[in-house]
């Protein structure tokens, strides 16, 4: 499946100082896991951490998730250490903190090539999740989400975010909303996922649930999580409801007619359906697929009228 659709409805951290919860990453049924190296884990423990998740990755060879691992920032003095513990056990990528410019992207791109000559993989294997936590991270997004091959998506930190601000962060996330929506547009822009923040209150289910909701709406094709209990309702609020399914197979339906007949267009329920409506649908279906909800062929050859 292409990268764009992968499902990435769920990121869930994980301490990388905590052998309990690197051993139970296997049964996380998160689409994702970032163990982290950085703040979770205290400067004392930093090189035992870096030994653990050595550890870990090795013996995880067989994998049911991708697994990503937030390093240091470029800023301190510690991210050239986690890069030579780690990728040797080839991690899926990097989560990049602190993501405040598109040179800082650019700099850990050349170390990753550097690193995969040297471990004799392909070029491009390690991915690259960069975190917008700042109001400058916030402004160069934009130029962010266009700086490397390797990006997979940004993922938006509001804790840092508010922080830089100096203000405080809400459960109803006024607060957030023209930097989630810039990071949106950087995101599509560029054809990569938009990751959400964390919700921090692990006991308000009704609450994530909503800012879920709010952030599907908003374009956002998930969510960093920081206890697996949250995944199964940011899964149900990601997956497509039955009745844009059914729709969205209508217009495909129909657009293949309207091909047949010679027309770009045709009416559906008394409503043209055109272009954008088409990409609509062929997108919920994509997701559908990834979902697991419907198997079948999508013929963009024929549903567009080329590839």
Known sequence: MEDSFRLRRSLLYVPGNMPSMLQNIPIFESDAVMIDLEDA????EKDAAR????SFLSTYRERNKEIFVRINGLKTDWWQQDLLAILPALPDGIRLPEADS????EQLDTVLTEFEEELG???GHFKILPSIETAEGVINCIKTARSSNRLIGLAFGAEDYTASLEIERTKTGEELFAARTRVVWACKAAGIQAIDTIFSDVSDMEALRRETTLIKTLGFSGKSLVNPRQIEIVH?????KQEEVDYALQVIEAIQKAREMGTGVISLGGKMIDAPVVKRALKILKTAQAHGLIDM????EVIYGHK
Not at 297 to 300: C, R, Y
């Open 41 to 44: 884990v205290p400067y004392s």
């Open 236 to 240: 149900e609020v990601f997956a497509p």
């Open 102 to 105: 598109p040179e800082l992207v």
């Open 121 to 123: 993989i392909d070029i």
């Open 51 to 54: 030994t653990l998740v050595h």
């Open 297 to 300: 062929p999508l013929d963009e």
